[in-house]
């Protein structure tokens, strides 16, 4: 039996790439790496990911968290930084290295994405994806189904393991070909093309970027709290803040007995400090900014109470 571990990136290319190849007979290990910026909600619901490989008919799904190792690439991405925080070379180079892993360990034959030329500019462009794939040292060993044709042959082709006149030659952004090919696999529920990495997304990116030049406390668990929340940044200190009752409940449970947690005796937003200690008058102030219910208790004549737990 043919094998291939696809990195999976549930978006409507890497599904594609993976029912391309299962209609040519090769059985597919659908690989999801993850870290909070990526891929988080199967942290805690896997289900969801392994329901979903086997609606695809692929054979099996594995779930990695790689985020300890990601972190390294984050601080000092080698080829640096593309949209906003995000080191898309470096982190192109560590998925292919784990899928590799993965490979070997499942002893398949090549390696698949659904990676199309000309979609991204930095990094999937041929000089990007020939470094990429040599740095990472999967070099012939990466097929790209949906741009294979613009490619030379990988080493899965040379031996005869897949049909290359059954890929395809698809390049740049538009999506005309792809939602076409999703009309013939039966897709029905097609992922949006934005729903990528969190480090692109403007306010996540420039508030992780920041972290990163002020060179404050950057971990697996304060990578969680800078995907969501108000952050307050002063000198030595950081702490976030809940926009909403869904946020704050997060925020609570992230934090557990960890982090100083402060709230108000009124409906308020929930206040973690992640770092520094804040006096109680200045978070109170702060909570009582962000909160109406607290201000019209003031304009009321009554007293605000400052809660820590």
Known sequence: MRKAVLLFSDGLDSMLAGLIL???GISIIALRLITPFFGWKYKNSPEKFYQKVKELGFEKGILIDITTEFLEVLKSPKYGYGSYANPCIDCKILMLKKAYQV?????ADFIATGEVLGQRPMSQNKNSLELI???AG??????????ALYLKPTEAEEKGLVDRNKLFAIRGRKRTEQLK????FGIKDIPSPSGGCLLTDPQIGSRVLKVLKEKRPLNPKTCEFLTFGRHIMEEGLWIVLGRNQE????LETLAGSEFLKFRLDVPSPTAVVLQGNPPIEFVEELLIKYSKKAREAIKQGRQVKCISW
């Open 133 to 135: 794939e040599k740095r």
């Open 181 to 184: 090919l999703a009309k013939d």
């Open 22 to 24: 299962r209609k040519q």
């Open 247 to 250: 946020e704050n409940k997060r």
């Open 138 to 147: 999967v070099e012939g060993k990466v097929l790209r189904p949906l741009s």
């Open 103 to 107: 490979m070997k360990e499942e002893q």
